[in-house]
């Protein structure tokens, strides 16, 4: 049995399929970790899929090549020949072929493929989500744990629950099949690290995973990158929110329409970080409205430019139907701006007092919420200063990178 102490600098093997530094809750999540964990003096190695997760210069990258289906440069190109050469590959062209999204899996197969002559060289792997075989062979090897942001269940159930159409109801359950390997593979691991007590609750209920078996591990807010710019003046009526994804898990439909509510009386403006897809629903959606002069989409923009956005926002809407942690609600508190959020999954866990609550999927209230911070600006920058300090003391990932170290010193001291 290892009994490692807590002064041992580790090897850290960091797993991560899709790993987008610019967009979604996973890449932030291994960037900034790998990068404090580096810091607190481990070894760290990301073995990571597309795209590039943009590191630390100190932490290690291996990217495994893939057939990289989902590149929207290149979206669900026919691969060649010689690369079906590869088993793995032909499994995840037919799985892509016939709707699936075989990524996690193959992605898991390819990570043990490469950690195979190589287990020697790593105190714990840390698993970012894939709970694939391919995780469950190498924890067999080397001491494992795995990150469950929140359980992929709830995606599913909404997008299902989204659509009318009963062919696009079994394209959603087709999509989704990999969920019964996660679960399967989640029940098999020793620890599970999660990012919240709502995550907890859910992944227990949906993966039937005893609640000792989890280390709550709250997401850190790059402070390095999201803070107030006090010389840049707010703009009255100006809102900006983070996601631009047509996907009814992240609300931007309930906010859309609360701006249409909002319009008819006051003058607002949202900036929507990111660009919708072509022949979105959500463009539509605003043609409809009939609000496309109150709705201005930034495109792929760098930190310093994201964070100048959030220095002219009058607050900071975070429309979410459910999150299992809430990195939007953090950076734009980070940035002192005032934050009107649902009480989806964990945000309030994340917002607290500092912020307005209001209802999922209630566009009523979020033009409510809107107009009080509107014709509130004192009430509204008091919630910018506290969201702020609350971030400072409860949200960093210094912080993250300390307990998740000390949930690794748990798995390694159980492994035999």
């Not at 016939?98 to 493929?113: S, V």
């Not at 990158?225 to 006090?230: R, T």
């Not at 999150?323 to 734009?332: D, I, N, R, S, V």
């Amino acid at each position: 049995m290892l009994s490692p102490s807590k002064e041992k600098r580790l090897r850290i093997g960091m797993i991560s399929y899709r790993s987008n530094p610019h967009c979604g809750g996973q890449g932030v999540y291994v960037r900034n970790l790998s990068r404090e964990m580096s810091r607190l003096g481990h070894a760290v190695e990301v073995i990571a899929g597309p795209p590039d997760p943009l590191l630390d210069k100190d932490v290690k990258l291996t990217m495994l090549p893939c057939l990289d289906l989902y590149n929207p440069n290149d979206l669900f190109r026919i691969p060649t020949l010689p690369e079906l050469v590869d088993p793995i590959n032909l499994l995840e062209w037919l799985g892509v072929a016939t709707m699936g999204f075989p990524e996690p899996m193959t992605f898991g197969m390819r990570a043990l493929r490469y950690l195979r002559d190589r287990f020697h060289q790593y105190d714990i792997i840390h698993d970012n989500q894939s709970l694939s075989y391919g995780i469950w062979a190498i924890s067999k090897f080397v001491p494992t744990i795995a990150t469950i942001h929140h359980p992929i269940t709830v995606d599913r159930d909404i997008d299902i629950k989204s659509v009318r159409s009963p062919f696009k109801k079994l394209k959603h359950l087709r999509w989704y099949s990999f969920i019964g390997m996660q679960k399967r593979i989640a029940t098999k691991l020793g620890r599970i690290i999660t990012v919240s007590e709502c995550a907890r609750a859910d992944i227990r209920r949906d993966f039937n995973i005893p609640e000792e078996r989890f280390n709550i591990v709250p997401n850190g807010i790059n402070t390095d990158v999201f803070y107030p710019i006090p010389e840049i003046k707010r703009e009255p009526g100006r809102l900006i929110v983070t996601n631009s994804a047509d996907t009814p898990l992240k609300g931007l439909y309930y906010l859309l329409k609360a701006v249409a509510i909002v319009s008819r009386t006051h003058p607002i403006r949202l900036i929507v970080i990111g660009a919708p897809k072509k022949d979105s629903g959500i463009v539509k959606l605003i043609t409809r409205l009939g609000i496309g002069k109150h709705v201005r989409f930034t495109g792929r923009i760098d930190d310093r430019e994201f964070v100048r956005q959030y220095a002219r926002a009058s607050m900071a809407v975070v429309p979410s139907v459910y999150e299992g942690f809430g990195l939007p609600a953090g950076e734009a508190m980070a940035c002192g701006v005032p934050v009107i959020s649902t009480t989806g999954g964990a945000l309030p866990e994340v917002v607290g007092d500092a912020g307005l609550l209001v209802p999922p999927a209630d566009e009523e209230a979020l033009a409510r919420a809107i107009l009080c911070l509107m014709e509130n600006p004192e009430h509204a920058a008091e919630l910018g200063r506290a969201g702020y300090r609350r971030v400072q003391e409860n949200f960093t990932w210094r912080r993250a990178a300390e307990k998740t170290i000390a949930a690794y010193q748990e798995v390694m001291g159980d492994y035999c």
